[in-house]
């Protein structure tokens, strides 16, 4: 009976942020790489704990804010030296100082959303659903309970050992498996 | 060492433990708490009637507002009083006042979280959602404010058949791109720090329609710590961008009257005169929002007396900043020796019967009114921090006014000269905005989160393992 194919991983429920980096670093140091913590809060040091480097987000900022000034700048040399000059006040036509407020206000605005939408984009958001949505429990991660879930993806996942790896860890309540499907039934009215 | 020994030059920092300096934690609440108390304000607590006489009554200003504007739009602004020489006076002077109440907002959201300062947290989504809804109502004035408003997208650059570009050399179309930028880029940042809560509030949710409403703003969220230490990591950025967008923003309205020749406009002082204006009538009404919200919801614990005492030194600090910024003015003014600015600061002093007694009253209210704030003691009582910011509002608001019909009644020719006065209209839309205001801080105080509780969560002793705290 391999309820493999139907397993998205194996979840253990934890009280502390403490115990959860504990709990990651013994799951890095056992060799399990396809898993991810679940926390009401950023909890410091937990993403280095998980294998994480450093994002590509600024760099992506930076590229949104040079592309934003970009623009900003091109579209006030072309329109004002180019396509429709005029005299205003004497100034020259390209009157750079005074095309400033402009390109750093569109050099903010795309580096904002450049922010945004890339950090929406990395994250994989929106996701509506998930498997980890699954496990009635979960809904608690957002409140005040620490998750831990080893994926079946990952090579070393074996139904019955990670189980009890996880069950070492001490966690509290059991070890929780993760259905890839939502099980049919009346949802919470 | 006495703990009565007053600390005037702050050499050693006090260690919390002295219990000198207040940490911001909210006191006896952990993780389940934080979460029942702040969703409950939400799910639990029954619309009572203070709320909804608070509604009630600001949507009769609402309709107020919407009945003056479709008459304003239908007629044209004469039905203002302005008037040549005074071609501008409440409508500029609502959009600057309302611009300025928002920055307190994204001072507090981005440059404080640069500064690492946990006071900010009981009080950045209470004051991010302020400042979205004072640019949205600073944002209408300038639309409604113009001779033909059919014609407002003219305002922007878009392609079209006629060869026409906005004029990039005005500091009114820098206006556009600022005011555009700063809602955006607020409205972002605030429903950016939302996400984690709404899913909060997705997961405590009971009804199913509710569930699918806060499920579908909260767009799958599921707290995994991959997506917090890239959110973590975009919070910041956006709080590096907005900071500098707070001081550009308004040091560009206030590039509305420094790049004009009018007398007492033409000023380079203006921009960080009005950003300190601006911080200070913002976090006067911070203040005068988070008093009551604190009361009426019993979040005692979580914006406490000594957040509330930060923002009041915040307040006194911009009003010296303000006072320095007349002082300045008036006598520069003077030691110039042009004849025209001169007389234009001497008659805002001592035109009675003209403009005289607002100019003072404005100084009473954003000089000398916030001085009580020295005291420590009074600083800590809510009812003087409430009438002091109803106080700074009000100045404020006359100093925007005075600056704007001073100027343009009295200029260059004594035969263009004039006075202002406002019509019933102009009442009605200034009302109105403020109506509008409120019922949209109403509403977000109602369904929304009204606190960020996966940052106060994060505040709370043993948040991040072994070590305590930040």
């Not at chain 2, 806060?214 to 975009?234: C, I, K, T, V």
């Not at chain 2, 008093?291 to 009426?296: D, K, S």
């Not at chain 2, 960020?452 to 705290?469: I, K, N």
Request: hydrophobic content about 50%; glycine content about 8%.
């Amino acid at each position: 009976m391999n309820t493999q194919a139907s397993v998205y991983g194996l979840m253990a429920e934890f009280l502390t942020a403490q115990e959860i980096l504990a709990a990651t670093r013994s799951a890095r140091q056992a060799g399990y790489r396809a898993m991810d913590a679940y926390t009401p809060y950023p909890v410091e040091g937990l993403a280095a704990e998980l294998g994480m480097r450093k994002s590509p987000l600024p760099f992506v900022v930076l590229m949104g804010g040079l592309v934003g000034g970009g623009v900003g700048v091109f579209m006030q040399y072309y329109s004002m030296t180019i396509n429709y000059t005029f005299n205003a006040g004497g100034r020259p036509y390209n009157s750079w100082p005074a095309f400033v407020p402009v390109v750093f206000e569109l050099l903010i605005l795309v580096g904002a959303l450049a922010a945004f939408l890339g950090m929406m984009f990395l994250n994989g958001l929106p996701h509506p659903h998930h498997p980890v949505f699954n496990v009635p429990q979960f809904a608690r991660s957002s409140q005040d309970r620490f998750f831990l879930c080893i994926e079946a993806a990952d090579p070393q996942f074996d139904r019955q050992t990670t189980a009890e790896f996880l069950a070492a860890l001490h966690p509290h309540g059991e070890v929780i498996e993760v259905p890839r499907e939502s099980s049919p039934g009346p949802t919470v009215a | 060492m006495a703990a009565s020994t007053p600390q005037l030059w702050n050499e050693a920092q006090p260690s919390p433990a002295d219990g000198e300096r207040p940490d911001y934690v909210p006191a006896g609440h952990d993780l389940s708490s934080v979460t029942e108390k702040i969703s409950s304000l939400v799910f639990t607590r029954p619309t009572g009637l203070g709320w909804l006489g608070c509604f009630g009554f600001s949507n009769v200003l609402v309709l107020i507002f919407l009945g003056a504007v479709s008459y304003l739009l239908l007629m044209g602004v004469g039905i203002w009083g302005i008037q040549i020489p005074n071609c501008w006076a409440f409508d500029i002077t609502n959009f600057v006042w309302w611009i300025g109440i928002g920055h307190a907002g994204t001072l507090i959201s981005a440059f404080l979280l640069l500064m690492h300062q946990k006071w900010r947290t009981s009080i950045n989504r209470i004051a991010e959602a302020m400042t979205i809804f004072a640019v949205m109502c600073a944002g209408m004035f300038p639309l409604l404010h113009m001779g033909r408003p059919w014609f407002f997208y003219w305002l922007m650059p878009y392609s079209n058949t006629m060869s026409l570009w906005p004029q990039f050399r005005s500091a009114l179309i820098w206006d556009v791109f600022a005011v555009s930028t700063y809602f955006t880029v607020s409205l972002m940042f605030w429903y950016m720090g939302m996400i984690p809560d709404l899913a909060t509030l997705r997961d405590r949710a009971t009804n199913r329609l509710v569930r699918i409403v806060y499920g579908a703003l909260a767009l799958g969220w599921r707290n995994s710590a991959r997506h917090w230490q890239r959110f973590e990591m975009a919070y910041l950025l956006l709080g590096g961008l907005a900071t500098p967008l707070v001081i550009s923003v308004h040091s560009v309205v206030s590039a509305d009257f420094a790049t004009s020749v009018v007398p007492a406009w033409h000023e380079t002082v203006f921009p960080p005169y009005f950003v300190a204006g601006a911080i200070f009538s913002g976090f006067a009404m911070v203040i005068l929002l988070c008093v009551p919200i604190r009361h009426f919801y019993h979040l005692e614990e979580f914006i406490t007396i000594d957040h509330l005492d930060v923002m009041a030194k915040l307040v006194l600090a911009t009003s010296l900043l303000t006072s320095y910024g007349y002082l300045s003015e008036q006598s520069l003014s003077w030691y110039t020796g042009d004849v025209v600015e001169g007389y234009t600061y001497w008659f805002r002093l001592t035109g009675f019967g003209q403009y005289a007694l607002i100019t003072w009253t404005l100084f009473f209210c954003n000089t000398i009114a916030p001085q009580i704030l020295w005291i420590r003691p009074l600083r800590r009582k809510q009812s003087v921090l409430v009438i002091v910011s109803l106080l700074v509002l009000v100045g404020m608001w006359l100093e925007r006014y005075m600056i704007i019909t001073t100027s343009l009644s009295r200029d260059f020719l004594p035969s263009s000269w004039g006075f202002f006065t406002p019509t019933i209209w102009d009442l009605a839309i200034y009302f109105g905005s403020v109506g509008v205001f409120l019922a949209a801080f109403l509403l977000f105080a109602r369904v929304a989160p009204i606190l960020s509780m996966s940052e106060t969560r994060a505040l709370l002793p043993g948040a991040h393992g072994p070590e305590v705290g930040r």
